[in-house]
Every structure is written in C-alpha cells, then in structure tokens.
C-alpha cells in the first residue's frame, strides 16, 4: 500500500509562485513514479507533469512546460511541484499519484492513471 499527502497550496496573487510538496509512503515507494495532477469541480482532469521513479525523466503539460518544475528526494520519499508565473486559471485541487509504471501515457503525453492517490491541496490564483 501506498500513500501520498499533499501539502503547499494556499493563495497568491497573479505572477507569483508556490511549492507544492507530496509526502510519499509504503512500500516500494521509489519505485513509482509520481505524477501531479489538477481538477476543477465539473472538469476534467489535468494531468501537468510526472517524474519517474529515479527522477531522470520528467515530463510537463503544454500549460504549464516553463513554469512548472517537478523534482524527487527518494532520501526523503518527497517530490515537489515548483509553481511560477502563477495565472488565475492556475486555480483548482493539486493531487499528487503514485504508479509503478512510466509516466508518458497515450500520445506521448503525461500519464492520466495511476494506482494511488493523494487528496489533495487547494491552490488559488487572485487576478
């Protein structure tokens, strides 16, 4: 069993920046993959950005490539979400997933399922 709790997110005005942290535990964690996702409530799901399980390969949605920066400590079982340049439309529920498989998903884009997942930490981009 694996588990994931988010932390970092807040509000902050447009332009600026958050580091979301996802605490990973349970066996074999850094052996998974770990992917950071968002939803608004009543839309889809986004997948933004995943790295893998030794952390050489990361991989970022077209919105936020440039922005965003995804890094792993397998030391401290933690990967972070580095957010800058934070837009309004930035706004919804962060979660962070965990998988033993890849993260490039269909298309070459980023992974959209995983086997576990954290709950989630709100992020809000005033204008």
């Known amino acids: 069993q694996v588990q994931l709790v988010e932390t970092g997110g807040g509000l902050v005005n447009d332009g600026g920046s958050l580091t979301l942290s996802c605490a990973t535990s349970?066996?074999?964690?850094?052996?998974?993959?770990i992917g950071w996702f968002r939803q608004v409530p009543g839309k889809e799901r986004e997948a933004i950005s995943c790295?893998?399980?030794?952390?050489?390969?990361?991989i970022y949605a077209d919105s936020v490539k440039g922005r965003f920066t995804i890094s792993r400590d397998n030391t401290k079982n933690t990967v972070l979400l580095q957010m800058n340049g934070l837009k309004p439309e930035d706004s919804s529920v962060y979660h962070c997933?965990?998988?033993?498989?890849?993260?490039?998903?269909?298309?070459?884009?980023?992974?959209?399922?995983?086997?576990?997942w954290g709950r989630g930490t709100q992020v809000t981009v005033s204008s």
């Open positions: 349970g066996r074999s964690i850094n052996l998974h993959a």
């Open positions: 997933a965990a998988d033993p498989g890849i993260c490039i998903g269909l298309g070459g884009n980023v992974r959209l399922e995983y086997d576990y």
């Open positions: 790295i893998s399980d030794t952390g050489d390969l990361t």
